[in-house]
Nanobody, 123 residues
Framework: EERLVESGGGLVQAGGSLVLSCATS????????IGWFRRVPGKDLEAVSC????????YVADSVKGRATISSDNAKNTVSLQIHSLKNEDAAIYTC????????????????WGQGTQVTVSS
């Protein structure tokens, strides 16, 4: 059974930083991309970042560009997303997704998803 489990969410002070992790199992990690989406109630779903585990290609949304870094740990089948200089607008439920691929301009089809982890920003 394929699983994607997020961790690392919580309450963070504005201007601070956090690391979100997506631990995966049940599929060949290095054949797919892993992405992060976030949702705020009443707002559109936003694609934040992704990484292609075949060639390392990454995508970072303009809203977090310069503040976010995505990376893969093949030994742990885990993808991490670091966000620095957190803003109030970063507060959301973050969900990791299994992707057909990830390029620098688009994400492939979503093939699976996690349950999400909530990030709250205090100011």
């Amino acid at each position: 059974e394929e699983r994607l489990v997020e961790s690392g969410g919580g309450l963070v002070q504005a201007g601070g930083s956090l690391v979100l992790s997506c631990a995966t199992s049940g599929f060949r990690f290095d054949r797919y991309g892993i992405g992060w989406f976030r949702r705020v109630p009443g707002k559109d779903l936003e694609a934040v970042s992704c990484i292609d585990n075949n060639d390392g290609t990454t995508y970072v949304a303009d809203s977090v560009k310069g503040r976010a870094t995505i990376s893969s740990d093949n030994a742990k089948n885990t993808v991490s997303l670091q966000i620095h200089s957190l803003k109030n607008e970063d507060a959301a439920i973050y969900t990791c997704v299994k992707l057909q691929y990830c390029s620098d301009t688009r994400m492939g089809s979503v093939l699976g998803w996690g349950q999400g982890t909530q990030v709250t920003v205090s100011s």
